[in-house]
């Protein structure tokens, strides 16, 4: 796969010189607890994943929800004031508020020393669901206030890239909080992640029909899938450098989510120089290491 690195580049006397990388996996450990107002029917997770273990495994890992310390869907910072996400997950509600909480691995465990909630305001793709059902699934999440990267030392935003697209067979993985069972079950607070592999266009149009175009990428593997709840979280691509990109955003399954089907994804690449770029003017970007 070959790639270029996303930076914003600053046109103003005011802008602040880039001191942080993006994409770069840490450990770091957890501490104070919250409870968090959640149901098992608001949830849903990675199917054949595995916990993450490290508070800073995926220092973009976000979620979020329409009042404080509730759940709807995942997402990833970008920059230390947007965050990436689904355009399907805040469709019902536009206009409302939303709160993102980064930093945390567990929904029933939150607001400790590393993690913060911020309120943020949505901006949906305009032509999302154009010209077909879910199309351009893209949306930002523009916090309230900027994240202090001094601050919280463990959260960091994952790269973009304009051109990066894994190619069929590429392992890419996935994490969020959704569904762990084909076909429902029960759930778990904790982040899971998985490995899959990218799949051809081809293929992901014999399960999701002309759904399926030029942006979205599909990825599949036996045993494991995306599930609802997963909405919103980064399909993440490990460079040959070892830094993470957001290749994709988790978007639709089949009903039931069985594994025998894959997930698609909307194609960051592209909506960095255009939706992204054009919306997140105001953020400071971080390099690639």
Known sequence: MHSRSYKHTCTSSDCVKVLYTCGVSQAYRRSENLQVNATAADFDRVIGGTPVQSQGKYP???????APNMFNCGGSLINDRYVLTA?????????????????????STSTESQSIQIPATAIMNPDYNNPTFVNNDVALLKLETPVDFDAYPN????????????????????????????????????????TVNVISSETCQTWFGS???DNFICAQETGKNICQGDSGGPLMYQTQAGYYLNVGINSFVITGCYTQYGGAFTKTANYVDNFISQNAQDAQWCSPP
Do not use: F, Q
């Not at 997950?89 to 536009?94: I, K, M, R």
């Not at 890239?161 to 569904?179: L, M, R």
């Open 211 to 213: 759904a399926i175009n």
């Open 87 to 107: 355009s399907h997950c805040v469709a019902s509600d536009p206009s409302a508020t939303y709160y993102v909480t980064l930093g945390d691995l567990d929904l």
């Open 155 to 194: 959260i960091r935003p994952i790269c973009l890239s304009s051109s990066a697209v894994p190619n069929p067979g590429e392992p890419v993985t996935v994490a969020g909080w959704g569904i762990t069972t084909e076909g429902g079950g029960s759930i778990s607070m904790a982040l899971m992640e998985t």
């Open 60 to 66: 973009w890992m976000a979620w979020m929800g329409k």
